[in-house]
């Protein structure tokens, strides 16, 4: 845990020894060091891009001493082409990508905050030019039959002693079908929104609905009977239909008996 101050110093000292290296031209803080100050807490990290100078792209990546001369670092490794996961010593966690201003209009990302800029740096090369939204069906019967027949294939695979699987098919893939489909089921409550992931926030935007996940999400050895509560969870809000509900449900007793 870092308090919010200490990550927004750290962030403001990133942005002053990537000014000292000459090499950039720009940091843009993403996510609650972004636009979304009011998320900020102390299990929030920092999330940014840097706007590196034509060609100094590669150094920025290959050379981290942009961030060791802010603090120690305690653990690193390149995830992307772009960029790094690094640890801090004192517990700082931060992800970052460097991009050149021709790639920014293809690069994904959420609205930010320019830390820092030259003066002749084009703001809008930090607008996003790709439009982004986590996955929501179009059709309601098609998701939901997803859901249940994941459910239906996840028992079965249990069954046999797959179990990894059949807890990843239940409890992962026909709960993201369900949680994907919330809009239709209960009124959003305003919160912050990611642009990627439906599960982030998730409590705070669907209460209703979150209130049925201890009972959907049991774990490795209670899949049987986190297929029955996500069978009930579905029926509470749309028909389930008869035959796979009975299938699922005599399979799953079983399963609990057995």
Known sequence: MTSPTLLLQRLNAIASSLRSSGKAQALLGLGSV???????????????????????????IDDLFWLRNVAPIAFHF??????????FQDGIYCEFAVF???????AAFSAGRIIWKEETFNESLCVPQIPSSPF??????????????????????????????????????AVD???ACSLRFEQERP???????????????????????????LGYDRV????????????????VNASMKKEIVNLAQHLIQH
Not at 34 to 60: C, H, N
Request: aromatic share 10%; with cysteine; charged share 30%.
């Open 100 to 106: 050149e201003e021709a790639e920014m209009k293809n």
């Open 191 to 217: 919160d912050f929104k990611d642009q990627y992931q439906n599960e982030r926030r998730y409590e705070q935007r669907f209460p209703g609905m979150a209130q049925w996940l201890p009972r959907i999400v």
């Open 136 to 173: 929501v069906p179009d059709n309601l019967d098609w998701a939901v039959g997803e859901a249940i027949t994941c459910i239906y294939v996840g028992l079965c695979r249990y069954a046999r002693g797959e179990k990894l699987s059949g807890t990843r098919f239940i409890q992962s893939y």
């Open 177 to 179: 079908m369900i949680v």
């Open 34 to 60: 972004g636009t979304e100050l009011g998320r900020l807490d102390e299990y929030s990290d920092l999330d940014f891009f840097v706007i590196a100078k034509l060609g100094e792209k590669q150094l920025l």
């Open 78 to 87: 390149k995830n992307t082409n772009d960029g790094h996961k690094v640890l």
């Open 224 to 239: 049987p009977e986190s297929a029955l509560s996500l069978v009930e969870m579905i029926e509470h809000y749309v028909s």
